[in-house]
């Protein structure tokens, strides 16, 4: 394992230590492993095969060592403890799958697996909830899932559903602004970003010089917003799947991921991400939402491919499609 300068990747460390290559984990001495007797992993939804490989190969060559590995210890056996939300899996395109934790019990045999469902939501109103949820409802995902509003009860606000329009968006974010209301700008896309930050610059550094804790605006890409929130989200841009890749589809299928019938496992998982990366966008507001949707970003060659919004439902109250399609519809 030794090499020359002694440094490699994440990917190359977990595969050297991995079910490939047990021969290698038997060199690690007892007190480097036993550690590893007992794993709490959190986020673990955005786990990769290589990470879950290695899980694996850790816990099996501690069963194997054996009473040694548990001296001075009351538990006398190994344990992994994973928290995490399928829902909010939103990283297969760099190699994770949510597979892992929907499939929990298949992937970690055990003699006994317990199961707790986490279903109080403290962040976002009810309308919030419900609105994410029925978008993300589409996609694969751990059975008997359904989160209910905690605390202080709120005012029922609707998902608002609008045509892009910079003018009226810049209106928006400073009556929320002078509300005193913190603001979270979300973008699907660079693109996006720089449409909206002329008409909105002169605020968003405003705010910038309030320094880092008096700060009420953020400007994040949907993803980077994951664990954030704010009292008004206002999200730029659709979540579509826009590009077939033969590439990563064989990587998928040779990783063993996606159904072993399907021949596009990775384009077929990236159409179920793009509706748990709305999900992601939209709970991250506690009060107010709204979500402005360029009709024409889609047309052309992608003008075929499922997108987020075609899950928005306008004969439910947790939705106000104010679109200029829906109003003609």
Known sequence: MAQTPPIMTYNRMFALFGETSPENLRQVSDPMLRPLSHLMIDEFQDVSPQIVSWIRAS???????????????IAQRSSLLCVGDDWQSIYGWRGSSPKYFMEFAKEFSSPATTKVMLSENFRS?????????????????????????????????????????????????????????SILLLYRKGSE??????????????????????????????????????????????????????????VYRLAGLGDANDLQPFDTAQKDEVLRLAYVAITR?????????????????????????????????????????????
């Open 285 to 329: 507001s506690a009060r107010h939402c709204y979500w402005y949707i360029d009709e024409n970003a889609g047309a052309g060659e992608s003008a075929h491919m499922p997108k987020a919004s075609d899950r928005v439902a306008r004969d439910k109250p947790f939705f106000e499609d104010l679109r200029s399609k829906a109003r003609m519809g």
């Open 59 to 73: 816990l099996r060559e501690i069963r194997r060592r054996g009473p040694a590995m548990h001296v001075g210890r």
């Open 193 to 250: 970003k720089a449409r909206f930050a002329a008409r909105l610059q002169a605020l968003i550094d405003s705010d910038a010089a309030r320094g880092a804790q008096g700060r009420r605006i953020r400007t994040l890409t949907y993803h980077s917003s994951k664990g954030l929130q704010a009292d008004a989200v206002f999200l730029l841009g659709d979540c579509q799947h826009l590009t077939v890749s033969p590439y990563k589809n064989q």
């Open 125 to 181: 109103h009810q309308h919030i909830i419900d609105a994410a949820e029925h978008i993300v409802r589409a996609a694969p995902a751990i059975a008997g899932k359904k989160a209910r509003a905690s605390g202080a009860p709120q005012e029922l606000l609707a998902v608002k559903v609008l045509d892009r329009d910079e003018d009226e968006l810049a209106e928006r974010v400073a009556e929320h602004y002078n509300d005193g209301d």
